[in-house]
């Protein structure tokens, strides 16, 4: 598996990829976790608003810091 955070290292940015590192500890799950902060690379996505995650170059979800128990139920 490999999630992406999208995001331009924002505090919101760094917010959600910590969240998404608990959602995997909790979860006993290994991932791969990317953090991408190229613009051109985010847009490929379709997105224009970040933080946004990416699971397994599927878009989850847009614009918002989402809780770890969001992220469980994504993974």
Do not use: H, Q, R
Not at 51 to 63: F, M, N, R, S, Y
């Amino acid at each position: 598996m490999i999630i992406k955070v999208l995001g331009s290292g924002c505090s919101k940015c760094n917010k959600l990829e910590a969240n998404v590192k608990e959602a995997l500890k909790e979860m006993n799950i290994e991932a791969e976790v990317i953090k991408v902060e190229d613009l051109k690379e985010i847009m490929a996505f379709g997105v224009m608003t970040t933080p946004t995650l990416v699971i397994d170059d599927d878009v989850k979800i847009v614009g918002k810091i989402a809780s770890v128990k969001e992220i469980k139920k994504y993974l």
